[in-house]
């Protein structure tokens, strides 16, 4: 994920196409051709818990 926008309590982020199953990979689907043109938009909330969950590794802050 890449962050795009934040607001108080939600985050707005285009999703990577690609899905990998171990963080060590991140690097090779991390690649703007790889994110799609649709930004989602996600409580603070849902995101951490996706984060406890193991499905979110990082979010880009760039």
């Not at 909330?45 to 499905?55: A, D, F, K, L």
Request: charged share 25%.
């Amino acid at each position: 994920m890449r962050l795009e926008k934040a607001t108080t309590d939600s985050l707005y982020l285009p999703l990577n196409d690609y899905v990998i199953s171990k963080k060590p990979g991140l690097y090779k689907i991390d690649k703007a051709e790889n994110y799609s043109k649709i930004t989602y938009g996600y409580s603070k909330n849902q995101i951490s818990q996706m984060q406890i969950e193991g499905v979110i590794f990082n979010i880009n802050r760039d």
